[in-house]
């Protein structure tokens, strides 16, 4: 079955400098969520989008913005990288379809950013 | 709000042993559960997960987990450990269609041979 799939896997990047994270969400998912795992940490959920709309946010950067696009993938973009936004970055997708699957969210491989 | 807890960072059990992980939660709405696993340099892949059906949920790779209203837990366990279980685990929580997931903490499982 297809998976949700994210580009680059990894990326290394100097401080100050952007970032673009790419995400392609399951096949007739309409949402996607971005969250941040931290060296030793759990996830954090950083924003989300339903239907190209953003459906919540959380603990994201100013510096950070994300969006949807009409063919439902999502790109995160990362500017004046700083040491500390060094993490696996994962994405996920879900289906908005009534149903048992509705509310299981499929995650990604992640892009491992290190910012030097 | 909603938030996880996971009792013990690192768990250590032998090969053919009870697994047992723990999961408590607090949410002031009925919550969905999961389990997910992330095996080294990998991403999260779905364990299983309640979404108020029944309240033991059986997974993949032989894992279940029992949600106890009562107890506010989700523990998950797999009757006999193999050495492919090695990896961390996560119980997330959301509280409706759509929402973000909260994680707890994450549990490493090492299995001894």
């Known amino acids: 079955a297809a998976g949700v799939i994210q580009s680059p896997r990894h990326l290394i990047k100097e401080k100050r400098e952007t970032a673009t994270l790419k995400c392609y969400p399951i096949p007739r998912h309409d949402t996607v969520y971005w969250y941040q795992q931290g060296p030793g940490q759990d996830p954090q959920f950083l924003i989300s989008f339903y239907e190209k709309m953003q459906s919540d946010k959380g603990s994201i950067p100013d510096r950070f913005s994300a969006q949807q696009f009409s063919d439902y993938h999502s790109e995160l973009n990362m500017s004046s990288l700083e040491l500390g936004d060094s993490a696996l970055y994962f994405c996920?997708?879900?289906?908005?379809?009534?149903?048992?699957?509705?509310?299981?969210?499929?995650f990604g491989p992640g892009t491992r950013l290190l910012v030097l | 709000a909603q938030s996880v807890t996971q009792l013990g960072s690192h768990v250590s059990v032998s090969e053919g042993a009870l697994v047992l992980l723990r999961c408590n939660y607090s949410?002031?709405?009925?919550?969905?559960l999961f389990w997910y696993v992330q095996y080294p340099n990998q991403g999260l892949q779905l364990l299983l997960k309640?979404?108020?059906?029944?309240?033991l949920v059986k997974g993949i790779n032989g894992f279940e987990a029992e949600f106890k209203k009562s107890e506010t837990s989700f523990h998950l366990t797999k009757p006999s450990a193999h050495m492919s279980d090695a990896a961390e685990y996560f119980c997330?929580?959301?509280?409706?269609?759509?929402?973000?997931?909260?994680f707890g903490g994450g549990t490493r499982v090492l299995v001894k041979p």
């Open positions: 309640y979404t108020s059906a029944a309240t």
């Open positions: 997330a929580v959301s509280q409706a269609a759509g929402n973000k997931l909260t």
């Open positions: 996920a997708s879900s289906t908005g379809l009534a149903g048992v699957e509705e509310e299981t969210q499929y």
């Open positions: 949410s002031s709405v009925p919550p969905y």
